[in-house]
């Protein structure tokens, strides 16, 4: 793994399908996730520095998040917007031919 990135505790690595977010703080198996983009990696680091909670966000960068942060709290509120992520319905328009 070949270092590209570092701020604060976090580390990107650049692999051979992407990068790899690492909280050097955590215990490399619980505290990194995989991402394609060096800017989404970058992106994550951001909001788990500045504890922001993005309500926009996939599930799969939710869940990201949450394996790289070492703030429980915080962690609680990504974990719970995932939640409500799954259990959000989907609304799908559908065209009916009238006549």
């Known amino acids: 793994m070949n270092q590209v990135y570092s701020k604060h505790s976090y ?3 650049k692999v051979s399908d992407g990068y790899i ?3 050097t703080v955590k ?3 619980k505290g990194h996730t995989h991402l394609n983009s060096f800017k989404s990696a970058k ?5 788990a520095v500045h504890r922001s909670v993005p309500y926009h966000l996939d599930r799969y960068r939710l ?3 949450s394996r790289i942060t070492d703030d429980e709290e915080y962690r ?3 974990l719970e917007l995932v939640g409500n992520k799954k259990n959000k319905l989907n609304y799908v328009n559908s065209i009916r031919k009238c006549g």
């Open 43 to 47: 992106y994550l680091i951001d909001l």
């Open 27 to 29: 215990d490399f198996q």
């Open 76 to 78: 609680a509120k990504i």
């Open 11 to 13: 580390n990107i690595y």
């Open 63 to 65: 869940i990201s998040l």
């Open 21 to 23: 977010v690492h909280n």
